[in-house]
């Protein structure tokens, strides 16, 4: 088994200062082999922010496994967004923008979605998805999982449109052995399959420190994962502490990822009209 601590879209420069302890003790807490965050730590990608996303990182435990979000490209400076764009984020997070990590029985792969022209929509190109491909090399048979900021699918809450390449990718994933997706932006926790994917399973975070909250209190998630299962649960703030929900667990069976319904509270409703 293998314990992820998934976080996203901190947003430090419009974060909840507050919540920076509690977070960092209910990590630490969660004993988790892996921490992953999933984008946006900053809200415009300026020194100052990023600064206080390495003080975080630097108090979570580790390993950390950190992919950008449209928020972390220079905002104010329209030329290093051009000439070195994940500069800040790569020294913040001392890694690259589409990290590798695994394990005895779990492997991730990253891929960076924040693109320098469609950075608030993202976008990925045939040879991003090559790379992830590539980041599964040594996978054998862990269970694999892809890490981006940007979802593949609307759900819970849609941001219009998709971003540029998420079909190709989506359609993609189960060739290379990708099982799960873990991703942010749009600030509201997601799990369900993938709707024409359904060996794939979304897993779409909600925001652990942002002041933008889009009707869920911030949270972040902890997945335990097997090679044909995984229990997730949200650990959802609570004023001056981020409190564990009771877990959904979900099995892979021939036609794809299923739910113990017997587990927990049901899935977030789909929605396809709401707006950000
Ligand atoms: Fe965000
Ligand atoms: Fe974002």
Same mark, same amino acid.
């Given at each position: 088994?293998?314990?992820?601590?998934?976080?996203?879209?901190?947003?430090?420069?419009?974060?909840?200062?507050?919540?920076?302890?509690?977070?960092?003790?209910?990590?630490?807490?969660?004993?988790?082999?892996?921490?992953?965050?999933?984008?946006?730590? !900053?809200?415009?990608?300026?020194?100052?922010?990023?600064?206080?996303?390495?003080?975080?990182?630097?108090?979570?435990?580790?390993?950390?496994?950190?992919?950008?979000?449209?928020?972390?490209?220079?905002?104010?400076?329209?030329?290093?967004?051009?000439?070195?764009?994940?500069?800040?984020?790569?020294? !913040?997070?001392?890694?690259?923008?589409?990290?590798? #990590?695994?394990?005895?029985?779990?492997?991730? !792969?990253?891929?960076?979605?924040?693109?320098?022209?469609? #950075?608030?929509?993202?976008?990925?190109?045939?040879?991003?998805?090559?790379?992830?491909?590539?980041?599964?090399?040594? %996978?054998?048979?862990?269970?694999?999982?892809?890490?981006?900021?940007?979802?593949?699918?609307?759900?819970?809450?849609?941001?219009?449109?998709?971003?540029?390449?998420?079909?190709?990718?989506?359609?993609?994933?189960?060739?290379?052995? %990708?099982?799960?997706?873990?991703?942010?932006?749009?600030?509201?926790?997601?799990?369900?399959?993938?709707?024409?994917?359904?060996?794939?399973?979304?897993?779409?975070?909600?925001?652990?420190?942002?002041?933008?909250?889009?009707?869920?209190?911030?949270?972040?998630?902890?997945?335990?994962?097997?090679?044909?299962?995984?229990?997730?649960?949200?650990?959802?703030?609570?004023?001056?502490?981020?409190?564990?929900?009771?877990?959904?667990? #979900?099995?892979?069976?021939?036609?794809? #990822?299923?739910?113990?319904?017997?587990?927990?509270?049901?899935?977030?409703?789909?929605?396809?009209?709401?707006?950000?």
């Amino acid at each position: 088994m293998t314990r992820i601590a998934h976080l996203s879209d901190l947003h430090f420069g419009a974060h909840e200062p507050g919540l920076i302890d509690p977070l960092c003790e209910a990590v630490h807490a969660a004993q988790p082999d892996l921490v992953v965050i999933s984008g946006d730590l !900053a809200q415009r990608g300026t020194r100052g922010q990023f600064a206080k996303a390495r003080a975080l990182l630097d108090a979570l435990p580790g390993p950390r496994f950190c992919v950008p979000g449209n928020h972390d490209l220079p905002h104010w400076n329209p030329i290093l967004r051009f000439v070195d764009g994940y500069g800040r984020f790569r020294r !913040a997070t001392q890694g690259p923008t589409e990290p590798v #990590w695994r394990d005895d029985a779990t492997a991730l !792969a990253g891929i960076n979605t924040a693109h320098r022209l469609h #950075w608030q929509r993202g976008e990925i190109d045939p040879g991003q998805i090559d790379q992830l491909r590539h980041g599964f090399d040594e %996978a054998g048979d862990r269970l694999r999982i892809a890490v981006m900021h940007h979802p593949l699918e609307h759900a819970a809450l849609n941001i219009d449109p998709l971003m540029v390449g998420a079909g190709r990718l989506l359609a993609a994933l189960p060739g290379m052995g %990708a099982r799960i997706v873990l991703s942010g932006h749009v600030h509201v926790s997601y799990v369900a399959p993938f709707t024409d994917t359904p060996e794939v399973l979304f897993v779409q975070n909600g925001t652990s420190l942002s002041t933008r909250r889009r009707g869920e209190d911030n949270l972040f998630l902890t997945l335990d994962t097997g090679r044909d299962r995984v229990r997730i649960t949200r650990h959802v703030a609570d004023g001056t502490r981020y409190v564990p929900h009771h877990p959904e667990h #979900w099995s892979l069976a021939p036609g794809g #990822w299923q739910r113990d319904t017997a587990s927990g509270a049901g899935v977030t409703p789909r929605t396809r009209s709401a707006r950000a």
